[in-house]
């Protein structure tokens, strides 16, 4: 039967008045239809499934909901634990790498091996992981999960192999990192208390190692008590028992004393020579009242007490402000001697730690900087110089400044586009910073020799436009562009006006930008549109504003005998939008006087304005409100450099605007751009069945069936996906119809009852304004129909997508001309042909014509994306101006001419005669278009349960696909023009409307989104690149040696308790302590994963880089070897000196004499 129907329809399609079927839409993939051509299409494709890998490249931004800090000052690299799981290592420039824990559970607590290259992270789950640092992609070799014991904190010794982990219950174990397994020794709360003590003294919240003696542990429990636990005599040396909690403790570097901070917001000092007491007891921001009586303060949660050579020792805090100054900002207080900073911070403190020259706790610290983790940004302070001023971070930290809602990826930009933009840039960088480097400078990074200019372009909430030179996988600020400084300052609104007024009036919604002729437009959420030129030189310049009224009249209510009896009639007349008031005789003029209403969201500035180098705004679009409702959203846009033309949509219609001559071209209904070719019979139903409906709000069929029976239907129907109709070849209409075709009959005095199923494109994925977050979470939950989108929610049919371009209007077209392909949400594709002078002068003064009666095609589901290829496969660009500066001096009698540059389909194809193919994706189908013929060659059904959010045609080695993303988190890639599947992966789910709003592809097979609201996530789907990543990537971990420790003098070792004497083996070996118990904590063996299996297979280069490694670490290794050796044959003669002497003076003398 099949075989049958495809015959049939392979004679529909040679049929001059046919329409093209799509004989194979429900069964396979990509398969071509048998509609002749003028000439056999003879591509060869070169990408296979081979070509094809997905694998995340590199997060940029500030690490999401940050709960944990560690440092290596050997390595001089950072670690940063999230509450996701996520963690985040950095280092000097392109040394930047993020791991995620499986089980997503929050990172309590980090602590570096230092100097080793590797990383203990303590999580929420209570399991201890080790990460191995020494590859690219760091990876788990050992996870320990405890499963009787909370973990509340971590404590490893330099160079030391053995953990300590406090627990919830007060008790302390210690776990082997070599074998991450239990030691047999547990420190138990109730033996590290007094007997006579009633009460559990609490979590332990403090672990250390005495500088004096590594064989005594300090423990300090929430409840206010401290125990030094002897480890080798398994006793308490002595117990503190204080009426305040205790959050942290910092040691003096010679291990004498000790400072606590309190939840009272004291600090108190404590002697070891006597501890029944602190010495000293001081509330930094405590004043004394009237009364007496101290302030109360709230709780210091960190203390570090850090000592140098030179001055007085740091003492350096978190909190402890005292509770009567409400709206205080969070602070971080530096006391130095008798002076005391407080530096305030723009968000609360999650954690801070002080960067030492030594590794050795037992060492005069001499602190340089402070790094301080905050809750949305990272600053390290410089602790050098007198004023505390902040380094600059080198890190693109700031991308959440104001909340993205908008991204846009450019691959193989100009060269030139980046300098330029970097040294406009530069003249508006903050000033301050210290003079000093950044000091995480650690791990190594090179250019790759795979590296091309890449631009990543975010809009914001507050209406700002970032630029970020995103070559090499690192991303860097370029340029900063405020879109509200072309707007007053809007004032407050009162009454019904103030409920219209949005949060962020400037918002951006999405951008449209043309690196070659460097004009750049933005869309912003009060239905505004801005168009940008890019200049070396300031300017005074004013503003046009052009007005735009993209709305509907009202219609009639349709009472149900009407509607009964004629369900389609509808008197022309009473639906034809007012075009009238839409073209306007000068710019400025689009509104009627009398219409109070008709007045746009922002007001621009109407004066002459001084501004800046870089971008510089030239023209203003906005849309006007209408019976006092808002104007609804913008959802396409599409601008041409060589035309001189941008186009854009929304719900309403289009308008076509000419920005060289400010004027608007283009302004109807999306119903009145069909014509007499509106492929749709559209109903309506009776008002009382419209309000019981909860879905179906109208029906869209070829014939009169409920809006069930049109859900059922199988995708394979013809008439549906199959549809390619031409003014000139239209079939007959089977019911009645007004003069100009069929009409969606609309009721209601005020706003129209017809909003279309959020389709991907229109789906407020561009920043709801009137929509909940609910209901925005909402629309992607819905089960999608498997035939063309139904209409099962209030709206009309939007402009989803547009697209300039050299292409055929018509079907008898024998030669390109410009042309706009129009795409809406009901799988509508719509051709309008336009006349656009070629000749300089002409094009200034000439209006440009536009015909919309072009042709109309059609698909499943919202369209998305246009493209076209040349009958050799190969993509065309779309023809653009070439840049140069408005503002550059020239010479003025001479006539500045615009140079332009086009991409003919028949320059490069004189073997293939006339024509290109035209790409055609919707959210449910891609098809494949000959042109001017209209021939479908190829039709793809890409997803039947889920729908295409983001979709592109992309350039991947050498030559170019379909890559979509669907809402189900799959993503895909398609072979051109055949549209064969090469690539289908299950990679993330849709979890929030996020994701599906700056997820977006660009060419050599990358992607990126944003994860989280503060990172971007890059990813490729090329094998290529997955090859190659591995040479791109940092090295977290450089072969350096461990700087010795500092020679403390015979004395001081002797009388001082030497700590090298200790041996944490003899005490914590299995030999000794005997096993842990099994029961208490499991242990995992690490998946290093087929990412670790890589790195250890990557290249020559790779087994080269690390045999050296290899070398310098034996030879280091050796090297210690010899000096300890030579220590002990210096401590072996030593010691037989002093036997001798003790021999001699014991030899003469009797037993009784001892």
Not at 147 to 164: A, G, V
Not at 254 to 267: A, I, R, V
Not at 278 to 306: A, N, W
Not at 812 to 825: F, I, K, N, R, Y
Request: aromatic content about 8%; proline content about 6%.
């Amino acid at each position: 039967m099949k075989k049958f129907r495809k015959v049939l329809d392979g004679l529909t399609t040679s049929s001059p008045g046919g329409t093209i079927g799509s004989p194979s839409c429900g069964s396979a993939a990509g398969t071509p239809t048998s509609a002749p051509t003028p000439k056999e299409i003879d591509i060869q494709e070169t990408l296979v499934s081979e070509n094809f890998q997905l694998c995340k490249t590199v997060r940029h931004g500030f690490p999401y909901q940050p709960t944990s800090l560690a440092y290596d000052p050997v390595q001089k690299i950072l670690a940063i634990g999230c509450r996701t799981g996520g963690i985040r290592i950095l280092g000097g420039p392109g040394v930047d790498s993020y791991c995620q824990h499986e089980s997503g559970a929050a990172v309590l607590q980090l602590q570096f091996l230092i100097n080793e290259g590797a990383l203990v992270t303590a999580c929420a789950d209570d399991t201890l992981h080790l990460w191995n640092l020494r590859q690219r992609r760091p990876a788990v070799l050992h996870s320990l999960k405890f499963n009787r014991e909370r973990i509340t904190f971590c404590h490893l010794p330099f160079q030391s192999k053995w953990l300590y982990v406090g627990t919830e219950r007060g008790n302390t174990h210690i776990v082997n990192i070599e074998s991450f397994v239990l030691s047999g020794y547990v420190i138990m709360w109730n033996k590290a208390i007094e007997l006579s003590t009633k009460t559990h003294p609490g979590p332990v919240v403090h672990l250390s190692d005495s500088p004096k003696d590594e064989g005594k542990l300090l423990i300090g429990f929430e409840s206010g008590t401290i125990v030094q636990w002897d480890l080798r005599g398994k006793k308490a040396d002595f117990r503190i028992y204080y009426d305040e909690a205790i959050h942290s403790v910092g040691w003096h570097h010679e291990g004498k004393q000790f400072m606590c901070s309190h939840s009272d917001g004291s600090l108190s000092m404590w002697n070891l020579r006597n501890t029944t007491k602190p010495f000293q007891v001081t509330y930094p921001h405590g004043k004394i009242q009237k009364d007496g009586r101290k302030e109360s303060c709230k709780p210091i949660l960190k203390v570090e007490y850090k000592t140098t050579r030179n001055s007085e020792p740091f003492v350096i805090f978190s909190g402890g402000l005292s509770y009567d100054k409400a709206g205080r900002r969070p602070t971080l207080t530096i006391m130095h001697g008798k002076a005391i900073t407080v530096l305030e911070m723009d968000y609360p403190i999650v954690e801070f730690m002080a960067l030492c020259e030594t590794p050795y706790n037992n060492e005069v610290q001499e602190p340089y900087a402070v790094v301080v983790l905050l809750e949305k940004d990272l600053i390290v302070v410089d602790l050098t110089q007198s004023n505390f001023p902040v380094f600059e971070n080198p890190y693109p930290m700031d991308i959440h400044e104001s909340p993205v809602t908008c991204t846009a990826y450019f691959a193989d930009c100009p060269p030139d586009i980046i300098p330029i933009l970097y040294s406009i840039g530069a003249k508006h960088k903050k000033t301050g910073y210290s003079q000093k480097e950044w000091p995480v400078a650690g791990g190594t990074w090179t250019l790759g020799s795979h590296t091309y200019p890449e631009i990543i372009v975010t809009g914001h909430a507050d209406g700002s436009i970032k630029f970020w030179d995103a070559s090499a996988i690192t991303l860097q600020m370029l340029y900063k562009l405020k879109t509200s400084k072309a707007f007053e300052k809007p004032k407050p609104a009162e009454g019904r006006a103030a409920e219209l007024v949005e949060e962020d009036p400037f918002a951006v919604q999405m951008v449209s930008w043309c690196p070659q002729s460097r004009i750049f437009c933005v869309v912003g959420i009060s239905a505004h549109i801005i168009l940008y030129r890019f200049s070396k030189y300031d300017a005074n310049t004013q503003i046009v504003s052009l007005e735009v009224r993209l709305q509907c009249e009202a219609e009639d209510v349709i009472s149900p005998s009407d509607n009964e009896n004629n369900p389609c009639f509808s008197e022309s007349g009473s639906h034809s939008p007012q075009t009238h008031q839409q073209h306007p005789a000068s710019p400025g003029s689009g509104t009627p006087e009398g219409n109070k209403d008709s007045i746009p969201c922002i007001k621009v500035k109407d004066r002459m304005v001084r501004v800046p180098p870089g971008y510089q705004a030239e023209l203003v679009i906005q849309l006007l409100s209408v019976d006092g409702e808002p104007p609804q959203q913008i959802t396409s846009l599409d601008i041409n450099s060589a035309y001189g033309l941008l186009a854009f949509g929304n719900c309403n219609g289009l308008a076509v605007v000419d920005y060289l001559q400010k004027t608007i071209l283009l302004c109807m209904s999306t119903l009145d751009l069909y014509g007499a070719a509106d492929p749709y019979q559209r109903l309506t139903r009776s008002p009382r069945r419209n309000r019981q409906s909860t879905s179906g709000l109208t029906e869209l069929s070829d014939n009169q069936q409920s809006i069930d029976m049109e859900r059922s239907k199988s995708p394979t129907s013809d008439h549906v996906n199959g549809h390619c109709t031409s003014p000139t070849s239209q079939p007959k209409p089977r019911v009645p119809m007004g003069p100009e075709g069929p009409r969606l009959t609309r009721r209601g005095p005020g706003r129209p009852p017809f909003r279309k199923a959020q389709s991907a494109a229109c789906m407020e994925i561009s920043l709801p304004v009137s929509h909940t977050e609910e209901s925005r979470e909402n629309s992607f939950s819905r089960s999608r129909s498997s035939s063309v989108s139904s209409i099962d929610r209030d709206t009309k049919e939007a402009i989803t997508t547009l697209q300039f371009g050299e292409s055929y209007g018509r079907k008898g077209d024998a030669l390109p001309t410009p042309c706009l392909w129009v795409g809406t949400s009901l799988g509508v594709v719509l051709l309008i042909p336009m006349s656009i002078p070629t000749d300089h002068e002409e094009r200034m003064e000439e209006t440009v014509t536009i015909g919309p009666s072009g042709t109309v095609l059609m698909l499943k589901g919202s369209v998305l994306h246009f493209s076209f290829l040349d009958c050799l496969g190969a993509l065309i660009q779309s023809p653009h101006e070439v840049w140069r500066d408005p503002n550059a001096s020239e010479d003025p009698d001479r006539v500045r001419k615009r140079k332009l540059v086009h991409f003919s389909a028949s320059s490069s194809q004189d073997n293939c005669g006339e024509g290109h193919l035209a790409v055609v994706c919707s959210e449910k189908q891609a098809k494949v278009l000959l042109m001017p013929s209209q021939s479908c060659l190829f039709v793809h059904n890409i997803t039947e349960s889920s729908f295409v959010l983001q979709a592109d045609v992309v350039s991947v080695s050498n030559s170019v696909c379909l890559a979509c993303f669907c809402a189900n988190g799959h993503v895909m890639t398609l072979s051109l023009p055949s549209l064969r599947p090469l690539m289908d992966v299950n990679y993330l789910p849709l979890t929030d409307m996020r994701i599906a709003r700056t997820f977006c592809f660009t060419n050599g097979g990358q992607a990126l989104y944003l994860s989280s609201p503060t990172e971007i996530q890059r990813i490729t789907y090329s094998q290529e690149m997955c090859d190659n990543l591995q040479e791109m990537l940092g090295e977290l971990f450089t072969p350096i040696e461990t700087p010795e420790a500092q020679n403390r003098g015979f004395l001081k070792g002797f009388f001082g308790g030497n700590s090298h004497n200790f041996d944490r083996e003899e005490l914590f070996g299995e030999a000794a302590a005997g096993k842990g118990s099994r029961s208490l904590a499991q242990h995992i063996p690490g998946q290093a994963g087929m990412e670790g299996m890589k790195v250890a297979a990557s290249g020559v280069v790779g087994d080269l880089a690390r045999a050296r490694i290899a070398l310098d670490e034996r030879g280091q290794r050796l090297g210690e070897l010899e000096d300890r050796t030579a220590l002990m044959m210096t401590s072996a003669e030593t010691f037989s000196k002093h036997a001798h002497e003790l021999m001699l003076k014991c030899k003469d003398k009797k037993w009784y004499q001892f």
